[in-house]
């Protein structure tokens, strides 16, 4: 079925049909037509951010959490430049989302107009395609297309530019149909040979592990769930990059926790002295790999991937499999079940014994005593008195992610969102803008860090007026923490620049949002001070004040091999059975 | 323990042997397709030696491009994966790889001379099967095809006998054997 309308009744229409409930956005002169076309419409609820680098991250967070498209509207120039920094993040975590950009009008282009950029040019090397829409036939294709492009093979953003003169202009609508394009065909299903081999090589691995990354988040719960029942079949050790957590409950025993910089000492160690990794939906990316010519040196490596890109980018592979996790993980289940050989239960005991050697030094290890709030103590407080309801955590960026990540214990997929790739301060808050709007009725919890959250800390003004209850957990040291840890330990103490003098009252700048404000100083209130900000059915900023010389530890020093960790000091003392040689090998 | 390094990032990998390699594109012959694949290369650090572009089938809008890059094995790989990767690449074929190609490039030769030197120039162009396109009483503009390296020679040979300018198209490769590009 056909229908003329105009352009910017295109935009929304497509939208609709492409089941969009809620498009986060900024108005301005060159898609004011589009505005309209909303003004008339119930179908999809318009977002006011306050910012378009908040409008990107809100959709993140959305896509994140739902496994939907994040739809972001924004103007020309400045609205769409101020766009490119979540664009970007939403490119390196392979988020899905559509960025609908207006334009000066087609006439004007390469004028110098008012509000003018050239905004593919600046985009494409940020969004995973991009469209310039210079006629009006070709509109519904386009925006279909972007739909498409974002949400399958390596999921990412899409911007798509359309002028105000093509906003304006009629045209014949279509809606969504198979997809024509020829060039443009993401790989599902897994070399099945390449699979047998990779089995194969599992089957008769002595310290096998796997290393799961985000892909197995993008690929749907069902890859979640495969993963789960292949790790519990095989009886292997697994651990996760920043960007897995939750894909493998962490309260299982087969968890070895995060690894890489931040990593746990058994994930690490096990990474380093494994015979067989099994890596799925994870890019070897330098947080993680360390030391390259160090890295797992006696391994064979499968890697699983939808994107050949990724796959011998940083580290040779042995078995590269080229394909979506969930369907690659399917194959792989079936395969084991149905092969004769499995490894011999000996061997991987003795593996196992040895993980539990190196669990047992406690790298997380902390310790809280005084009248101070250790940061570690706060987050698993804050995870006690969380962890048996719907909640959802997004993070910033430093110290406080890590913590979270050591800390909080992720059950479920798609429960954590943090920029991991890109590393953007800022993202968390109006990510959980964007959860809550998903999820009205779940928790929702922004960890942050008081640096971090000052860098969008308008978007709590979205939060009230939309009445999203999210909730803002800041752990306050007044430092730019992971600037100074890295100060401390690589630049002689010498803190430039990386001090706070002066931040705002964090409770009298939430009641000026009108949202709620609460402070946090001593161990002893903190229980209660979680529970008062999780029954507040407001938006809250928690001002919880910790130790400002707490580092994050264990640590990789960059460039250094995963058997050369730095650990806390409280960890070490734990260690009454190490050699002198496994000393130095810390 | 020894000191911690300095740096965010693992130090560069030791150099490793460089290779030249002749990829072929095929493209959706689209505004800024040749944006893209240059933004490739130059957002990732890769080298281009040559790059030619031109539409080869009308009705279906393709183009082909021709590059050739130099880089390690696991870099050349990279690059072909990347430009894979960019929605409107149909296809990309390393015709080095593939052992079967065929390459040529075209050069126009301007030289400029009297006497003696003019003859020996033009009895060069004769051996390298040159044609003449262009004459004045001073000079020549030779059109030479062939191997990159035959050009080059040539143009080496011209040198000491008044070379004045060179125009090259870079470098065009094609499959040997009954099978297309876009026949996939």
Known sequence: MTEEMTGA??????????????????????????????????????????????????????????????????????????????LTDALCDSIPIVCITGQVPTHLIGNDAFQECDTVGITRPCTKHNYLVKRIEDLPRVLHEAFHIASTGRPGPVVVDIPKDIQFAKGVYSKPKDFPHTGYKPRLKGDIEKIKQAVELMANAKRPLFYTGGGVINSGKAASDLLRELVKLTGFPITSTLMGLGAFPAADPQWMGMLGMHGTLEANMAMH??????????????????RLDAFAPGSKKIHVDIDASSINKNVKVDVPIIGDCAHVLEDMVRLWRTGAKHPDKKTLGDWWKQIDKWRARKSLAYRQSGDIIKPQYAIQRLYELTKDRDCYITTEVGQHQMWAAQFYGFQEPNRWMTSGGLGTMGYGLPSSVGVQLAHPKSLVIDI?????????????????????????????????????????LLHGGRYSESYSEALPDFVKL???????GIRCEKPGDLDRAIKEMIDVDKPVLFDCVVDPKENCFPMIPSGRAHNEMILGDAAESLDSAITEQGKVMV | MNAPTTSHYPAAPTAQKQESHTLSVLVDNEPGVLARVIGLFAGRGYNIESLTVSETEHAKHLSLITIVTTGTPMVIEQIKNQLDRLVPVHRVVDMTLTGRSIERELAMVKVKGKGEQRVEALRLADAFRARVIDATTESFVFEITGKSDKIDQFVELMLPLGLVEVSRTGIAAIARGPEGMSAR
């Open chain 1, 273 to 290: 002295d494994c015979d067989v990794m099994i890596c799925i939906g994870a890019r070897f990316d330098d947080r993680i790999t360390g």
């Open chain 1, 9 to 86: 009744e295109m935009v929304i229409r497509a939208l609709a049909d492409q089941n969009v409930r809620h498009l986060f956005g900024y108005p301005g002169g060159a898609v004011l037509p589009i505005y309209d076309a909303i003004f008339a419409q119930n179908s999809v609820q318009h977002v006011l951010v306050r910012h378009e680098q908040g409008a990107v991250h809100a959709a993140e967070g959305y896509a994140r959490s739902t496994g939907k498209v994040g739809c972001v509207l924004v103007t020309s120039g400045p609205g769409a430049t101020n766009a490119v920094t979540g």
């Open chain 1, 448 to 488: 942050a860090g008081e640096a971090s959250v000052l860098m969008t800390m308008q978007e709590l003004s979205t939060a009230v007026q939309y009445r999203l209850p999210i909730k803002i957990f800041i752990l306050n040291n007044r430092y730019m923490g992971m600037v100074r840890q890295w100060q401390e």
């Open chain 1, 510 to 516: 939430a009641e000026a949002y009108h949202a709620h």
